[in-house]
């Protein structure tokens, strides 16, 4: 008996103590008698779905009907592994290196990881708990995936995380820092990858809106990676 992730072929070791010896088996758990399967010699296969014991109890009998003990031995089936890994910094815009932490699951035995987006195997880099350094240039993705396997050598569903570094602040069209002008003003933001949102004197502003009323104000524009950029203006 014991835990396992694939069938086990069992072969039994049969007395030849009395002639004419045979001897019968089930894999339900029900006590074998003569009507039972016979065992032949050749391996009995024994499998069950994932979380399942399947039963095998065997008996032999002699020439003159004489039973002997009943075997049994219980085998337990794990054919799932441990739930993926979670990071503590999900998929996002960074303007800074990162260093993420995982949680693995109560089952995981072993976890390992890539940060080349290949998915990982137990030849890859083991996640020992430290942290693990993520750092890109301008542009750069970073593609961060992690498995667990379990005692039985079950993997469990990979984590994927993308990590995407923006280094560049936004820029803002239309107006320049210090500008005095009597007229009507379109202003215009661009966050690049990252998107960016913008905020003129402390309420929401979009790209494109013209600004006409007098008196001095500034445009906060913030991208996606957290990088600014600001304007003031009369």
Known sequence: GGTYNASQNVTLQVSTDATAVRT???????????????????????????????????????????????TTEAFSFDKVGPIAPIADITSGFFNTAKNVTLTLAGDAASTFYTLNGN?????????????????????VAIVLKAISYDTLGNAGAILTETYTFDLTNPTISGITDGAITNQNITITFDGGISGATAKLDGESFVSGDAVSAQGLHTILVTDGASNSASVSFT
Not at 54 to 60: D, G, N, V, Y
Not at 119 to 139: E, H
């Open 119 to 139: 998915d990982p195997t137990t030849l890859s880099t083991p996640y020992t708990g430290a942290a693990i350094g993520v750092n890109g240039g301008d542009g």
């Open 24 to 70: 019968f088996y089930t894999l339900d758990g029900a006590i074998p008698t003569s009507a039972s399967l016979e065992y032949t010699g050749a391996s009995i296969v024994v499998d069950g779905a994932h979380n399942t014991t399947i039963t095998l109890k065997a008996i032999s009998i002699d020439a003159a009907g004489n039973p002997s003990p009943i």
